[in-house]
């Protein structure tokens, strides 16, 4: 594991993760309700051959989670007046769930109209900046190679609308790699991953996400195992240590041996266990 980066202003050097805040007190993201109903029609899939891994897009695939949270606190800030560096730390805190949910959480008194129109402009100008700008980390097209290789089966679960979400993977040549892109008309991520569970109800099958909502929403399904991905932004840091409080069965910054982990996982299952909780971290930027 590399070392934290440091930031800082005029020639001071800070660590991500100096003087820790308390985030806001935000509803349990455990308490999810049952998968929904299947929508009809779905890619006929693969043959499984070892197992299925499902990746989450933002933050996890791409290296775009810092854009898109700058994009959330501009919005925030023009919709609610919310100063940008708290906005962006409160899309942090709740990403990994639809943003209308976020949103439905962090101002629960502001009037469904307006949060549907704050939502609107924060897809659309995520869209036109964010991605726009969006790469892959830079292991992954090596990864999903390998994984293909090693005769995993692999599928995109993401709350973007699948058609931009099949365009991004096109546009960066890794789209070659999936057997199907689950987005938001297909329902929420755990409903998708209660349907490839449904389909391959005896095969080892992971979620490799980067949010408490991806680790808590495989945790919440029998025979699913959490994967994380770390991640390292100014102002945020989201540790390993933490994703594993919040299910994950195995977490680094970087998806680099995530082949061996895999490997070792699937040959024998972590056990269920008590899930803790934990506070993220944000540096202290006064």
């Known amino acids: 594991m590399s070392e934290p980066r440091t930031s800082g202003g005029k020639g001071e050097a800070r660590d991500i993760h100096e003087a820790p805040r308390e ?40 290296d775009d989670l810092g854009g898109i949270s700058e994009v959330a606190a501009s919005v925030l800030n023009q919709s609610f007046g919310t100063p940008p560096e708290e906005g962006r730390v409160h899309y942090l805190a709740t990403t990994g769930m639809p943003f209308e949910a976020q949103l439905a959480q962090l101002y629960p008194e502001v009037p469904a109209a307006q949060r549907a129109q704050t939502a609107r402009v924060f897809h659309q100008r995520k869209t036109t900046e964010a991605y726009a700008q969006a790469k892959p980390f830079p292991e992954v097209p090596k990864l999903l190679k390998r994984l293909s290789q090693e005769r995993w089966t692999l599928a995109v679960s993401t709350g973007a609308e699948r058609e931009m ?110 899930r803790g909780t934990t506070k993220a971290r944000r540096k202290n930027s006064s």
């Open 23 to 62: 985030l806001p007190v935000l509803a349990p993201t455990a308490a999810l309700p049952p998968p929904g109903p299947v929508p009809a029609e779905r890619p006929a899939p693969r043959a499984v051959e070892r197992g299925v891994v499902l990746f989450d897009l933002d933050g996890t695939l791409l």
């Open 165 to 274: 979400a099949e365009l991004l993977l096109e546009r960066e040549g890794i789209r070659y790699w999936f057997e199907a892109v689950l987005g938001s008309a297909d329902g929420t991520k755990r409903e998708h991953l209660a349907e490839y569970r449904r389909r391959y109800p005896d095969v080892p099958m992971f979620l490799v996400g980067d949010s408490r909502f991806d680790m808590e929403a495989a945790a919440s399904l029998p025979g699913v195992i959490a994967v994380g991905r770390a991640s390292r932004l100014p102002f945020w840091t989201l540790t390993p240590s933490d994703l594993k409080k919040w299910g994950a069965a195995w977490a680094e910054y970087s998806l680099g041996e995530l082949p061996e982990a895999l490997g070792r996982l699937a040959a024998s299952p972590p056990a269920k266990g008590r």
